[in-house]
């Protein structure tokens, strides 16, 4: 199973206003565990910051002056995406702003979609932790998943927190069959031991069984007479249990 842990940094938070995308930094996983294999690059958005977003991501224009364009990136993209799931944290702010981009490039290229699932995990970690905030440093902090070093948001960091948050909040599915193998084999060893037990007790021949003299239960019946006057002649334990 091919995973890949994305997010983007943009010019603002309205794709439909003309915001780009500035930066994609994606982190690969097979069978749950990071490859090493990241897909990151910045990008000239041609445009100005909204104002905000640029002390959001730390990224200026005049540093992404130099960049290539998403029209330059976007085969590379594609076939790093082709044919993955997509695991994205408020999967349809990042989905609207790629599926512009492509659009902007030419209809061949089609939606991201049509190369890839995709799982949100803001959805995810509101179902699972309803009332709560939900924010990737939100889910750092509930997870134990250090971001100390995150003072910026940054695509390839986000992603490879994310991905750290992904595998601890999904951790219990690839171990539900070993719990149930476990389950079982407890349940194997309780009747091993009570099996046991009862050969022993067999084994030690008859238990011996105590004989009450007159004396002894006159004295119980009276004992328990006793105790029935202090609960207003109710019934008392030991005579319904012998009963």
């Known amino acids: 199973m091919r995973q890949i842990v994305l997010d983007t940094e ?15 930094g994606c982190v690969e996983l097979i069978e ?36 290539p364009r998403f029209e330059n990136v976007v085969d590379e993209f594609l076939d790093y995406i082709d044919g993955a799931e997509l695991i994205i944290h408020n999967a349809s702010f990042d989905i609207g702003f790629l599926d ?28 699972r932790y309803p009332g709560q905030r939900n924010s990737l440093d939100a889910l750092c902090r509930r997870l134990g998943v250090d971001n100390a070093h995150r003072q910026l948001h940054g695509a390839l960091l986000d992603a490879q927190l994310l991905a750290d948050v992904y595998l601890a909040m999904t951790s219990g599915q690839s171990e539900i069959g070993f ?33 009450v003299s007159g004396d002894e239960r006159t004295a119980h019946e009276a004992r328990l007479d006793a105790i029935g006057k202090k609960l207003d002649d109710k019934p008392v334990l030991w005579r319904v249990l012998a009963s």
Not at 192 to 209: D, F, H, I, N, Y
């Open 10 to 24: 943009t010019t603002g938070l309205e794709w439909r206003k003309g915001n780009r995308v500035v930066e994609i």
């Open 32 to 67: 749950r565990r990071p490859t090493g294999n990241h897909f990151h690059h910045y990008l000239n958005p041609d445009r100005e910051f909204e104002q905000g977003a640029q002390e959001v991501t730390g990224l200026t224009t005049e540093f992404l002056a130099d960049k």
């Open 100 to 127: 512009n981009e492509l659009s902007l490039v030419g209809a061949s290229r089609g939606r991201i979609s049509d190369r890839a699932t995709v799982t949100d995990t803001l959805e995810m970690a509101r179902h």
């Open 179 to 211: 719990d149930a193998l476990t389950a079982e084999a407890d349940a194997n060893q309780a009747d091993a031991a009570a099996e046991a037990l009862a050969a022993q007790v067999a084994a030690s021949g008859p238990r011996p069984r105590v004989i």
